[in-house]
């Protein structure tokens, strides 16, 4: 490791990003030193500003992963270099505003059936039941688990927030069935280490597991991690919990984040239906002898 690599991070450690956001930041400031065939503290602010044409014009890249590379560079050079650049104030990419993939409560059985390895289909139950992101999920400890409340304690969440969510009778049974047959003895600390013992699995084992389970069963949308939160949020709604409480569970600092899953759910699609359907019944039927232009 550079001793600028290290001081960086050293930076990212100090403002308290979590290690995922670390890897990133550190990631596109390595990507920009490779395209520019530089050290990053020998760029100036003409190279960022062709290194980020080359990123939309060349590579293609969602607004989503810009602004990733933004936060990381800009990181770098205005926290570690202290250069206060003029050209970060270029860099704005509008996220794009897509439709979460959600499925079936079926499907999300069928998918959580065909993972394999005990440690990454319990993690997956865990995203769905208790609706947690990758990262909080992967964090949980042993001391997480409250059996006598019933109660999951989430750490540390986004936006540094911790926050409680209700745990299943079958799935506390399963976690206790998981720890006792599977769980490495010499990894206490954590509930999925890796094979090595050293660290909690990678989001991305995870995030690889969900995606071969889901061509297994032949589900063509594209399924990630975050699928089963926008699954668990969407049926909780069609199972008539209010949205406030929903709120609370998914650690939303915002109503406005939870809201969106209220077209999601099946009543108000099939509610959506009815008035289209009413709509379409007072037109008027096409005539037989009506020919195509």
Request: include cysteine.
């Amino acid at each position: 490791m550079t001793p600028l690599r290290h001081r960086m991070i050293q930076d990212m450690r100090l403002a308290g990003l979590s290690q995922g956001t670390q890897r990133l930041y550190a990631l596109a400031v390595e990507r920009l030193a490779k395209h520019c065939n530089r050290s990053p503290d020998q760029l100036h602010q003409e190279d960022i500003r062709q290194f980020f044409l080359h990123l939309r014009q060349d590579c293609h890249l969602a607004p989503s992963t810009l602004r990733l590379y933004t936060y990381g560079i800009k990181f770098f050079f205005t926290r570690t270099l202290r250069r206060h650049w003029a050209v970060f104030d270029l860099l704005h990419f509008r996220p794009d505003r897509k439709l979460p993939v959600v499925l079936s409560r079926t499907q999300v059985g069928q998918l959580l059936g065909a993972i394999v390895r005990p440690d990454l289909r319990q993690v997956a139950v865990l995203l769905y039941t208790c609706g947690l992101r990758v990262a909080e999920a992967l964090r949980l400890g042993p001391a997480d688990i409250d059996g006598q409340r019933m109660l999951l304690a989430v750490r540390g969440g986004k936006g540094r927030k911790d926050r409680y969510v209700p745990l299943a009778e079958p799935i506390l049974q399963g976690l206790r069935q998981y720890w006792r047959l599977h769980h490495p003895p010499s990894c206490p600390q954590w509930l999925f280490p890796n094979r090595a013992g050293t660290a909690p699995l990678r989001d991305e084992t995870v995030r690889a597991a969900i995606q071969k389970a889901a061509v297994a069963c032949a589900i063509r949308q594209k399924v990630g991690c975050h699928t089963l939160r926008h699954c668990y949020a969407t049926h909780l709604l069609e199972g008539g919990l209010d949205l406030r409480s929903i709120q609370a569970l998914l650690g939303h600092s915002s109503i406005r984040s939870t809201v969106g899953y209220l077209h999601l759910t099946a009543p108000t699609v099939h509610r959506v239906r009815q008035s289209v359907d009413a709509l379409a019944a007072d037109l008027p039927a096409p005539s037989a002898h009506a020919r195509p232009r």
